[in-house]
């Protein structure tokens, strides 16, 4: 699913027009990206939870040439999945 079949998908559970429902995507998504950008993290109870991980500088290797290279540290977004989405997509 992308963004505007999931748009199609909200227009069409809430009754809304597409329009609306674009703009309502648009906010959620816009909402967790401004909290992870202040290093926060963002908690939907049954779904998951959106947050902020450092991952360290370390050396790795070209895989063309070889050759030895560091890769500075940086600050990733990942999500991590609530048990009640995990069951619901394990089919547990």
Known sequence: MN???????????????KAAAGRAVDAVLEGIAAELEKGGSVSLA???TFETRERAARTGRNPQTGESMEIAASTSAAFKPAA????????N
Do not use: M, Y
């Not at 963004?3 to 027009?17: I, P, R, S, Y």
């Not at 009640?84 to 089919?91: C, F, I, M, N």
């Open 3 to 17: 963004k505007t079949e999931l748009t199609e998908h909200v227009a069409q559970a809430t009754g809304t027009d």
């Open 46 to 48: 049954g779904f998951g």
């Open 84 to 91: 009640a989405l995990k069951r619901r997509v394990g089919g």
